[in-house]
């Protein structure tokens, strides 16, 4: 049985957003915390989860690094099953980083329940951090079986705008930029933009995203 942390808003829901971690943060992370506040802000309600290594480190286990990205998606699929029994309406699968690469693989399955409308990405990996050289990892976006949304910070390492503007995405996937934004949506100090207004910004877009499903 998953445990979520759940994030709820304070009247109407217009989806519910069952969202992993990145691979090295919890999911209540500072990043987590605001773009689940943000989000509920929105009218989605936000079901964050844990994988196993992850949430091993709260009981006092070794710091492990997380397991390859598809060995994982199981982990997502079992969260989304309780998920489904536990709520009502349109699920959204997303995650920070790694999250929504595993969410993205996940939303290639053959099997995926009617219930899930979409899939949003905070930070998507296209790349190892600062290797725009290596393998680009596009294949969960091509094989998606729902429309994904990616929500990027244009200087992040792991896929900058000016790396992106090269690469041709699949017509389901939408691409937006955070201004100035590195792999954690936060701009330099003497950028105009600011992490709160670009979590917020992060947050509007993808009530945009589930309203167009």
């Known amino acids: 049985m998953s445990t979520f942390l759940w994030t709820r808003p304070a009247s ?8 992993a971690h990145g691979a ?26 844990e994988f196993a290594y992850m949430a091993g480190r ?23 099953q309780t998920l489904l029994s536990e709520t009502e309406g349109p699920i959204l699968l997303g995650g920070k980083s790694m999250g929504g690469r595993v969410a993205a693989m996940l939303g290639g399955g053959g ?3 009617g219930r899930v409308a979409g899939i949003c990405c905070y930070g ?6 600062g290797k725009p050289d290596a393998e680009w990892r596009l294949a969960p976006l091509e094989e998606a079986r729902r429309p994904i949304q990616i929500l990027q910070g244009d ?59």
Not at 186 to 207: C, F
């Open 12 to 19: 109407e829901t217009t989806a519910t957003l069952l969202m």
């Open 124 to 129: 998507y990996p296209f790349h190892p951090t």
């Open 155 to 213: 200087r992040d390492p792991f896929g900058s705008k000016a790396e992106l503007d090269e690469v041709t995405l699949p017509g389901h996937v939408s691409l937006a930029y955070l201004e100035d934004g590195n792999h954690d949506f936060g701009p330099r100090g003497k950028s105009p933009a600011t992490l709160d207004g670009n979590i917020q910004e992060a947050a509007r877009l993808t009530a945009v995203f589930a309203s167009s499903l």
């Open 58 to 80: 709260r009981t006092g286990g070794p710091k492990k690094p997380p397991p390859r990205a598809d060995k994982l998606i199981g982990e997502f699929q079992t969260a989304l």
């Open 24 to 49: 090295g943060a919890p999911m209540d992370s500072a990043f987590m915390n605001k773009m689940a506040d943000v989000l509920a802000a929105e009218g989605i309600a936000v079901a964050r989860f």
């Open 111 to 113: 099997s995926l329940p």
